[in-house]
């Protein structure tokens, strides 16, 4: 039975240990010429979105998108040995993919806020890039949105691996920007709580299945198999949050 599964990476596949915010203040120091007067606020947010808050926030002129993603590669390749050092991949993550990516059928991609480039950069941290097909993923120079990358991974599968348009996707992530991502696009979504968002806060959000982390392999991919068996079922007011 044919699936998309598009995973966040993140506090979703791994805990990057403040590192991704040191990316980002890395990439806008060496565009600002100073350094950033905050953090980078991201909870689901694309890196478009993101730095160009950053140069807003501090009063400056946003540089040209092509500029600003060199600047974020340079800072993620920069910082690969630090997250190598201090992050961590989640609970059953490699497991899950290895498992997902093996079965019939489907196609296991990311759908992530991050630039291409520093996807990579934090998968291979871990040994994880070979686990998924990055070629067809969406990336946060691909939309600001993030329910705009819904269309982008879509239209890449299509094209570059045949699946047909009416295949059911299902997003797994672990922010309320997930969860709306996947409802505005009519697509399945499997809520995490292993960032900071509770599961109160996912199931408020629209979430029907919460885990609190991707540990149990043979449930994940159980839960995954009820959105190809179960794709387009419409919702109804019985319908409740299932918080496993």
């Known amino acids: 039975m044919e699936l998309i599964v598009l995973w966040d990476i993140d506090h979703t596949l791994i805990e990057n240990a403040g590192v991704s915010k040191e990316i980002y203040a890395a990439a806008f120091s060496s565009l600002a010429g100073r350094t950033p007067m905050g953090p980078?606020?991201?909870e689901g947010r694309t890196d478009r979105l993101i730095m160009r808050d950053m140069f807003l926030r501090d009063g400056l002129p946003v540089p040209e998108w092509p500029v600003i993603e060199a600047a974020l590669a340079r800072a993620?390749?920069?910082r690969l040995g630090d997250l190598r050092l201090r992050g961590t991949v989640l609970p059953g993550v490699h497991e899950v993919l290895k498992a997902a990516s093996a079965t019939s059928g489907w196609v296991s991609s990311v759908l992530t806020g991050n630039i291409a480039a520093n996807a990579h950069v934090k998968l291979s941290a871990f040994g994880l890039d070979s686990?998924?097909?990055?070629s067809v993923g969406a990336y946060g120079a691909d939309a600001e949105l993030r329910p705009e990358l819904v269309a982008v991974?879509?239209?890449r599968i299509q094209r570059l691996r045949g699946v047909p348009a009416e295949v059911p996707a299902v997003l797994v992530g672990d922010t309320p920007r997930d969860v709306e991502a996947a409802l505005a696009t009519d697509s399945g979504i499997v809520a995490v709580a292993s960032g900071i968002h509770s599961p109160e806060e996912l199931a408020a959000a629209g979430a029907h299945e919460i885990l609190p982390d991707l540990?149990?392999?043979?449930q994940v991919l159980g839960i995954l198999e009820s959105f190809a068996s179960h794709a387009?079922?419409?919702r109804t007011s019985l319908d409740r949050p299932r918080t496993r």
């Open 131 to 134: 686990l998924v097909d990055l």
């Open 232 to 234: 387009k079922r419409p």
């Open 153 to 155: 991974a879509r239209e």
């Open 40 to 42: 980078a606020r991201t």
């Open 76 to 78: 993620g390749h920069d």
């Open 215 to 218: 540990s149990a392999t043979e």
